[in-house]
């Protein structure tokens, strides 16, 4: 349970400046320790954003990654890097987003890049003097979610997606020991694509998937769990609603389980009063796909509507997604809001 009533906390993406959307077109013009340097100052500005927006929780920024979970397929070993995008031209549709061929047995020997973040956000939060005043938190895509992006290969013993997140999961599980060894206190596993195909899908399938993956760390930090509808343009996918999930997702093994509401006007607001009997519940209540800059005073009637449902004690208050997908004059505005809002409620508890 929360010690702080009204947590407020991120996803874990945020905009890249602008200079570093330049650079990142053009990384071969830079050494390794001109790329460094890029991540640092990025993660820099990451991180002095939501530190002056008054976040409880905070991440790097994702300011090293191309989009949240894109980059971890280069640390994989057995996929062809060449991505292959059934569609690249007309209106943006998640069809647009490439996909690898596994070409050899998935492996992660380098492991997938998360501890190197989680280390470089330590160092920034020191620098900036925010050691201990707010928790760092780590973010990871699930294996699910991270199997959407590789192409089944049966000649390998991958027929499918499920026998793909089989073989990953051990990797991404190995990452979260990682984190765990390196100090991190707080790590979200992001699975969005169980949200996006729990209709179609056997939820209790998704349940078991999800607690061995984090089997080995629970109760060693506090392991978040983030569910939403996609954000890639800004676009969401499948039916978006979370009833399908319910009651077998209040078996997950979290201690935090994020759902998005903001842009769905709140629809199914109830069901948050049944995750908060088993754990912490995140609601997103800042739309990150609307450029309607939320007032403090929008924010803080979100709030008690979320309280006719749950504890403040039990409550997280966190952006619907990640930020990535949002320019970032918007995203500094709409987390100040968040904040602020927050604040107006904390006074009436």
């Keep these: 349970m929360n010690q702080c009533p009204l947590r407020t906390s991120v996803i874990g993406s945020y905009p890249f400046p602008a200079w570093l959307e330049h650079a ?25 954003d939501q530190l002056a927006a008054g976040l409880d929780v905070i991440t790097d920024g994702e300011q090293s990654r191309l989009d949240f979970n894109l980059s971890f397929y280069g640390y994989l070993q ?30 992660a020997p380098r492991g997938l890049g998360a501890v190197e973040e989680y280390r470089r956000l330590e160092t920034v939060s020191r620098e900036l003097g925010a050691a201990g005043r707010v928790t760092l938190k780590a973010s990871i895509p699930g294996p699910y979610t991270l199997s959407g992006r590789l192409l089944p290969n049966a000649d390998l013993g991958y027929p499918d997606r499920w026998a793909l997140t089989e073989a990953l999961l051990p990797l991404v599980r190995q990452e ?20 996006c195909y729990g209709y179609r899908e056997e939820v ?23 569910l939403c509808f996609g954000n890639y343009k800004a676009r ?22 994020h759902v998005e509401m903001a842009s769905r006007e709140f629809s199914e607001l109830e069901l948050i009063a049944q995750v908060a009997r088993h754990r912490d519940v995140a609601v997103g209540i800042v739309d990150v796909k609307s450029y309607y800059i939320e007032t403090p005073e929008d924010i803080a009637a979100r709030v008690r509507r979320c309280l006719e449902y749950v504890p403040a004690d039990r409550l997280v208050l966190a952006p619907d997604c990640g930020l990535s997908q949002t320019a970032r004059w918007a995203a500094r505005r709409k987390l100040q809001a968040l904040c602020a809002g927050a604040a107006l409620v904390r006074k009436t508890l």
């Design 24 to 48: 990142s077109q053009h990384l071969d013009r830079f050494g390794s320790e001109d790329r460094s340097e890029l991540q640092s100052d990025a993660v820099t500005c990451a991180v002095k």
């Design 176 to 195: 979260l020991e990682a984190l765990v060894a390196a100090g991190c206190r707080e790590i979200s596993v992001d699975e969005p694509s169980m949200s």
């Design 236 to 257: 969401a996918i499948g039916p978006r609603q979370i009833a399908p999930l319910f009651p077998a997702f209040l078996d997950m093994h979290c201690d935090e389980m």
């Design 78 to 107: 057995g996929i062809d890097l060449e991505s292959a995008s059934p569609r690249r031209w007309g209106p943006p549709a998640h069809d647009q987003r490439g996909r690898h061929a596994v070409v050899a047995p998935l492996q």
């Design 204 to 226: 209790r399938r998704f349940v078991d998937l999800f607690n061995r993956t984090v089997e080995t760390v629970t109760g060693k930090t506090r392991v978040c769990m983030h």
